[in-house]
Structures are given as C-alpha cells and as structure tokens.
C-alpha cells in the first residue's frame, strides 16, 4: 500500500494557482512553504476556504539554523495536520481552515485549525490506529507523536475552542 501512495502522490500534478501561490510566498521558502502551497491546491480543489495568516516577525527567527532533517520532520507534521483537517473539513458545511504562522518569544509557532464533526477522544488520538475516519487511517498522528518525541525541539499541542480543533506545532529556533 505504501507504493500505492508514493505512486499517487507522485502522479498528483495540479494546476498552479497565481492567487495561491503569492499567498503562500509570505512563508519562508523551503519544504514548509511547498508543502502548505501543495495543500492549499488540494483545498481549493475541495471547495475548502483558506484562511492563511503569517506574521511578519517570523522573517526575524533563522530558518537557516535548523537541520534538513528537522526540516524534513515539520514538513511532515505540518502535512498529517492539514491532511487531516482537510478530510475532517470535507464532512461538514463549514469547510474552513485556518493556518497560521507566527513568531511567538522566538519561536516558530505554526497552528492549524478546523471545525469539526465527530469530536475525537483527546486521550486516544496520538494511539497508532485510532481514527474517527473508519478502516484504514489513524495513522498520521501516531507518527507525529513519534517524530515530537524524537526532536527536542518540536513541541504539539492540541485543544478544542468553541466547535474548533486546534493543532499548534512550536518549533524552538
């Protein structure tokens, strides 16, 4: 199955999109920019509203002193929390979600929120298979654990405000 999805993720060519494209250049380039952009299509594509926010202090924090491979891992993370948001967002009328990026006390804060149907049960959701999306899923968040628990420096939080899910990811730069 893995080479199934390597397969389609590969052979998943968009469209680019002008409108996007210069919403998503206010975000450092790299992975991280890639693979919000990249995401930001799949929404679009899904008649999901964007709501794109990017603090220009995070121009001030060194992009440069992190490793590839710490790269490597926020780009993962940020891409199962926006997966996840996206297939959430799918099922419900209010197809919204939010991204945002700041720098908060000299760190790279990078929240992605989505309203929700089926509220998850908190204390199971980092559990390898759990899911609220049937067979074949629960999967992502686990690994997210796993990279977190790996990396001195990624911090997750979650919460829920109002009838919203919230994912903050803190990297310490």
Not at 38 to 64: G, R, Y
Request: with cysteine; hydrophobic share 35%; proline share 1%.
């Amino acid at each position: 199955k893995v080479v199934e999805y390597i397969n389609e993720i590969i052979s998943d060519k968009r469209e680019d999109n002008e409108t996007l494209l210069y919403q998503a250049k206010r975000i450092p380039s790299g992975g991280l920019q890639g693979i919000i952009y990249q995401k930001m299509l799949v929404m679009e594509e899904n008649n999901i509203k964007i709501d794109l926010n990017i603090d220009k202090n995070i121009k001030k924090l060194k992009f440069s002193s992190l490793s590839g491979k710490l790269n490597y891992d926020i780009c993962r993370i940020v891409g199962v929390f926006l997966d996840n948001a996206i297939e959430e967002t799918k099922k419900i009328h209010k197809q919204e979600i939010m991204v945002s990026i700041y720098n908060e006390n000299e760190n790279l804060i990078i929240e992605i929120c989505n309203y929700f149907k089926e509220l998850p049960e908190m204390d199971k959701i980092d559990i390898k298979g759990y899911t609220t999306k049937g067979s074949g899923h629960g999967y992502g968040l686990a690994l997210v654990k796993e990279i977190i628990e790996k990396n001195a420096g990624l911090y997750n939080e979650r919460s829920i405000i109002n009838n919203i899910f919230v994912q903050k990811l803190q990297i310490k730069m």
